[in-house]
């Protein structure tokens, strides 16, 4: 007899059962929308549709812009008229929000707020946005907070990395900022832990990233020949026998997990890194305290392109902190106390104390 495909009873089909399926949806992007990468634009279109599917649509080339094929990380222009395919969306009374403790701690993160910009001192553990199994993350919460505000992020911090993270509040400032993120007028600063005693000095490391290659189903970012230009510059701060080293690091590009790559691949990994570290020095590190990857975002400074210095910081979080003072009893218990380098250049100091609230330069 023939093959009739049948329809499941809708009980079997919980997900469908409220989803709904849009028609093909056209739009012009407007002026506070310009600078958007594509991902980011489908995204906030279609709302409750999950990022990987929104990346499938567009690789597949059936979003269009202006007619044509274009990649996620592609930003649009004014005028812009992008298609957007039909695709099966959750209703927005169905969708959920962020759990109320998650609201409450992200609204507790924000340091300093005025008309363009939010500052969060990012908790580790966090992602910067649902998707790839987390369905809510800070900017979901920071939405739910504030509904009718447009908010955007400008750059991502890894889910287990803490610090600096800046949101939008206004297209034109997104604009700005992202036109300084491609034309390196960041200067972005981080504080690490790594394994060892690092005797190369002030180092810049330059070695390209392949940031698509997946092992087990999992993004794995590695050091190739063929990979995206990244260079990472790691100035020792504080030695620790040869146990450990803190360093501050400035990145020159931003790419996926580039930090913690270039210090795998100078033989120093990240304390309490799972993925690229070593076993050993995290069960060591565990030991002192450290649950979780030993990586914060201390510091950002831009200048306005209209005119004026913008200038952030945040302390390590107490329970880094915390770290680096048993690390330092025990080099005292030893008889070797910790070291500082001698000073030359601009440096890190590896700020310890209660949190401060960011303090930007004229804008």
């Avoid at 998650?102 to 649902?130: M, N, W």
């Avoid at 400035?250 to 990994?269: D, N, S, W, Y």
């Avoid at 030893?334 to 000073?343: E, L, M, Q």
Wanted: hydrophobic share 35%; net charge positive; charged share 25%.
């Amino acid at each position: 007899m023939p093959y009739v495909k049948s329809d499941l009873p809708p009980s079997l089909h919980p997900a469908e059962n409220t989803a709904i399926r849009t028609g093909v949806q056209h739009f012009e992007v407007s002026e506070d929308e310009a600078g958007q990468r594509l991902d980011n634009y489908v995204q906030k279109r279609l709302g409750s549709v999950p990022r990987s599917r929104v990346y499938r649509v567009i690789r597949k080339g059936e979003v269009r812009v202006n007619g044509k094929r274009a990649g996620p990380a592609d930003r649009l222009a004014l005028n812009d008229k992008v298609r957007i395919p039909p695709v099966r969306v959750v209703p927005p009374a169905e969708v959920g929000r962020p759990a109320a403790g998650l609201a409450e701690r992200i609204g507790k993160a924000i340091i300093y707020e005025d008309e363009k910009l939010l500052v969060l001192d990012k908790p580790a553990g966090i992602a910067v946005h649902g998707g790839s199994g987390v369905s809510f993350g800070v900017i979901e919460a920071l939405r739910a907070l504030r509904p009718d505000e447009s908010l955007e992020l400008v750059h991502r911090l890894d889910r287990d990395t803490s610090g600096c993270l800046l949101i939008a509040r206004r297209g034109s400032a997104l604009r700005a900022l992202h036109a300084l993120l491609r034309e390196d007028g960041f200067e972005k600063r981080y504080l690490a832990l790594l394994k060892g005693p690092w005797d190369l000095g002030a180092k810049r490391i330059d070695a390209p990233l392949r940031t698509d290659t997946r092992v087990g189903g999992e993004r794995t970012v590695r050091v190739a020949s063929g990979g995206k230009a990244s260079v990472s510059a790691f100035r020792p701060v504080q030695f620790f026998g040869n146990t450990a080293t803190l360093v501050e690091v400035m990145l020159e590009t931003g790419r996926t997990h580039q930090i913690r790559v270039h210090a795998q691949h100078a033989g120093h990994p990240v304390a309490g890194d799972e993925k690229y570290g070593d076993a050993a020095f995290n069960e060591a590190m565990r030991a002192l305290g450290l649950k979780r990857m030993f990586l914060h975002a201390h510091s950002i400074s831009f200048n306005w392109p209209q005119g004026g210095e913008f200038s952030v910081n945040t302390p390590l979080p107490p329970e880094l902190a915390a770290v680096l003072d048993e690390l330092t009893a025990n080099k005292r218990r030893s008889g070797t106390p910790a070291r500082t380098p001698g000073r030359g250049g601009r440096g890190a100091k590896a700020h310890t104390g209660p949190r401060r609230a960011a303090r930007p330069r004229a804008r």
